[in-house]
């Protein structure tokens, strides 16, 4: 599976970017889809995830409230909605999966990774 993300840039502090996982040769609806991030010199965190089957979501409480994930399967989309974006948010964002992988299991460990979109929020 490549996954490939999408979306980011730089936003002011409040604003509103989308982000988007895509797959080549492969369809994302098989799969839960995660989205980390990574801030430098920090370690990378899970942000969000959405089931396969039943489009169960999930998210971090950093995030909670002001982030969403979607996903548009006849597309072979995921996407990241962020709202409300602060300083804080600024990281490289990453969507992942791997075979069997689910929402509840928290961490990836190897599995596919998206090369990463920069997100920058300014204050």
């Known amino acids: 599976v490549q996954l490939q993300a999408s979306g980011g840039g730089l936003v002011q502090s409040g604003g509103s970017l989308r982000l988007s996982c895509t797959a080549r040769r492969s369809t994302l609806d098989k799969y839960d889809i995660a989205w980390f991030r990574q801030a430098p010199g920090k370690p990378r965190v899970g942000v969000s995830c959405i089931g396969s089957t039943d489009g169960v979501t999930d998210y971090a409480d950093s995030v909670r409230g002001r982030f969403t994930i979607s996903r548009d399967n006849a597309k072979n989309i995921v996407y990241l909605q962020m709202n409300n974006l602060k300083p804080e948010d600024t990281a490289t964002y990453f969507c992942?999966?791997?075979?069997?992988?689910?929402?509840?299991?928290?961490?990836?460990?190897?599995?596919?990774w998206g090369q990463g979109t920069l997100v920058t929020v300014s204050s």
């Open positions: 992942a999966t791997d075979l069997g992988w689910k929402c509840q299991y928290k961490n990836i460990m190897s599995g596919f």
